[in-house]
């Protein structure tokens, strides 16, 4: 049981009038129960290290690690271990973007032109690349397309003077401080000029980064590596699922946002006939047994995977990381309908 359980006792309110003792013991169960199924699945999806933490009303209230950040030197997966967290990213980017446009020195309908696969330049908008509906004239389709999510760096960085990077760093993560949260492996050499200690923090930072691991079909793990060591609006931030806490209240706070524009992200997005689509603006959107949720994933194959499970009405958040491609290789999450994966499951059944 972690320290955290007995702060859990706000989610049995809806359970009704019961006794202190009697809530408690109820927490103390859902919250076994609920790591024991983690850890099984862990297991069953051959993932070396995860690292868990839930928030509730920007407190978290349960966090654990299971299994190996480093599996050669038995290193453990905690709470603070640092992962590469993939397309995450792009709620970053998404929340960036968003505040342009609060500022007014963004708009969702502004033109971008993108290159596509075969070298065809087509024109869409931003917030056309905020739902991931540019693939087509009308934005009437949802398609899950990180390499065309990529190009908002480049819108970003037409409303301020800083770089994707530089404003990631000044915006999001110095504000909320986030210290474990590194943009990009190569963050030291964007920044070789940088004569203060942020390069000797940062190069620590990295050399504690759990290691990606590719695992075989019977579950044997071995190092790998990442394609790209950069950062992108789509990819390559690290971080921790306790800064990702942070963050996670920043947002449910309305300190990076208003509460406006943050609901506005987390509806979603209709086709021209009136047809919802599982997107809003830089988020999956869905609804499980009436109620809405708002979430994203992570997959970089042979790498890593990521889990993030909001459910607004509840104040409740799921955040999960892992050192392989585990949490999403064999779920169709890009299709939008994060049930598929049991992880979410789980806690949508314990918790929802």
Known sequence: MTRHALALAALLLS???ASALAQQ???QFIT?????YVDALRRQAGIPGLSGAIIQDGQIVWEAGFGFEDVERSVPASPDTIHYIGDLTQIFTATMTLQCVEHGTLQLNRPVRLTIDDGTIVST???RILTHTSSSADGSVFQYEPARFTRLGAVLETCGEDDFRQRLAHTILDRLGMSRSVAGFDAIAADP??????????QALLLQAAKPYRVDRRGRPAVSSYADPGIN???GLLSTVRDLARFDAALDQNVLLTEETRLAAWTPTYTPAGQALPFGLGWFVQSYLGQPVVWHFSYVPNASSALYLKLPQRGLTLILL?????LSNSFPLPTGDVTASPFARVFLTLFG
């Open 233 to 235: 609006a789509s990819v």
């Open 15 to 17: 359970l009704g009038p």
């Open 25 to 27: 013991s109820e927490v």
């Open 32 to 36: 076994a129960r609920f790591e024991r």
């Open 125 to 127: 908008t931003v917030g």
């Open 322 to 326: 892992a050192n392989s491609d585990g």
């Open 193 to 202: 000029l940088d004569i203060e200690h942020r390069n000797v923090e940062r």
